[in-house]
């Protein structure tokens, strides 16, 4: 996700994220690349794809 196995290597970076992730839990890659992505630039914000803000104070919604 962030490039930081091989930085020199992007591609080689995404390889194995694409493989680890679906080996994982079947994911796309590429999906999870842009949701986590989206997180860090909405941290602490209603836009965050990791926040339910209408129901941000339940365990279980």
């Known amino acids: ?6 930085p020199q290597y992007p591609a080689i970076n995404r390889a194995i994220g694409r493989f680890c992730v679906f080996i994982y839990a079947g994911f796309s890659y590429d999906k999870l690349h842009e949701n986590h992505h989206a997180h860090h630039r909405h941290a602490g914000t209603a836009d965050n794809p990791d926040v339910d803000t209408e129901h941000s104070g ?3 919604p």
């Open 58 to 60: 339940q365990f279980w």
């Open 1 to 6: 996700m962030h490039g930081s196995m091989l």
